[in-house]
């Protein structure tokens, strides 16, 4: 069988060439710093007014932040991680029935981002997944390992509690009431992808994911533990974001970055990839309805200087998104009035 994934048992002695960035965009890993003073949120902490404080100086600072106290149950967590180490490790004929390279796919396995389009290759297999609502889309999700739907959906259904606190603090830190973001989002979308970064023999000459900003609205990402990765650009720099034991990573999502009128910034990140090991991450995303008019927040645009994007639907932003290379220029600079 023609091995289309990485994951596919084979230990690779030497990088394929079609995996080899050009020099000028290499990561430089000896050049990047550990980000010392990550923004860590106590989502625990009963005074709210605090919560929100601290929320609104991260997306300001840095458009990503931590959490702890976050609700989402470590049993979820674990069990998560778990699923998703044994659906790797599962035989290549098996994981290969879920193989697509259309992105339309509302379940599929497939490797690094666009393979149909891009010219150079991302180390990384990953698993996507629509999870909303659960019971139009877990029918199709792997029923191998056997646990993977139930304990899938659980940790679903717990992200999406934690994600709509989120938008609403993320609301409140704008100025504007709690549900106000949400209305815009309407019924959303969460789609998760399970990212596999298998053991690279040459990680100074290639990515996991190259430098990218989600298209999404808000994205809650479970690191490994034991792997780190993550990268930010803050300032210019690229910051390694190491894993903090029970925190999940949050970042403000382009969608966010039009509603707040440009106030918050969707980050720019990275995913690295190690020589001796593998490293696994879950990224759940969630998107705003198909049809929402993504339009900023009437207060945010009285400042002087009007709306910074022009109006757009979802579906319009995601359909431009998926027609580039990841690390192209911003996908919302091409919505700039
Ligand atoms: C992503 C992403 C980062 C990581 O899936 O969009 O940015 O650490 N992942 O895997
Ligand atoms: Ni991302």
């Known amino acids: 069988m023609d091995a289309k994934v990485l994951s596919s048992g084979v230990r690779y002695s030497d990088l394929p060439e079609s995996y080899v960035r050009p020099e000028s965009d290499r990561p430089r890993l000896s050049e990047v710093s550990e980000c010392e003073n990550v923004p ?6 009963p005074d709210r007014s605090h919560v929100v404080q601290q929320i609104s100086l991260a997306c300001i600072n840095y458009g990503f932040f931590q959490v702890i106290n976050h609700g989402v149950s470590k ?4 069990g ?11 035989p290549l004929e098996e994981k290969m029935k879920l193989y697509s390279d259309d992105p339309s796919k509302t379940t599929r396995l497939s490797t690094s981002f666009n393979v149909k389009k ?4 991302n180390w990384r297999d990953y698993l996507r997944l629509h999870c909303h609502p659960l019971h139009k889309y877990v029918p199709e999700w792997p029923s191998n390992p056997p646990p993977f739907k139930e304990i899938v959906s659980d940790y679903c259904v717990e992200v999406r509690e934690l994600g709509y606190r989120l938008q609403e603090l993320i609301s409140e830190s704008l100025g504007l009431e709690k549900d106000d973001i949400k209305k815009v989002l309407g019924e959303q979308g969460q789609h998760m992808a399970v990212n596999y970064y298998p053991p690279c023999p040459k990680p100074e000459l290639t990515y996991g994911l190259p430098g990218h900003t989600d298209p999404n609205a808000l994205t809650i990402l479970l690191q ?3 792997v780190a990765g993550l990268q930010v650009l ?4 690229w910051l390694a974001v190491n894993p903090h034991p029970d925190a999940f990573v949050i970042n403000i999502g382009d969608q966010l970055q039009a509603l707040s009128n440009g106030r918050y910034k969707s980050v720019w990140h990275r995913a690295i990839v190690n020589a001796d090991k593998e490293r696994m991450s879950v990224a759940s995303f969630l998107c705003p ?4 008019l993504i339009s900023p ?6 400042d002087g200087c009007g709306a910074v994007y022009r109006d757009f639907t979802y579906a319009e932003y995601y359909g431009k998104f998926w027609s580039r290379n990841l690390d192209q220029q911003h996908c919302l600079e091409l919505f700039k009035n």
Do not use: N, W
């Not at 998560?80 to 599962?90: D, K, S």
């Not at 803050?234 to 720099?237: F, I, L, P, Q």
């Not at 309805?289 to 929402?292: C, R, S």
């Open 40 to 45: 860590v949120i106590d989502l625990g902490c």
């Open 75 to 78: 049993e979820a967590v674990e």
């Open 80 to 90: 998560m991680l778990e699923v998703a180490h044994g659906f790797f490790r599962l």
């Open 118 to 121: 891009e010219s150079v290759h």
């Open 224 to 226: 490994d533990l034991q």
């Open 234 to 237: 803050k300032d210019g720099k």
């Open 289 to 292: 309805y198909d049809h929402a």
């Open 297 to 302: 927040a009437k207060p945010l645009t009285l």
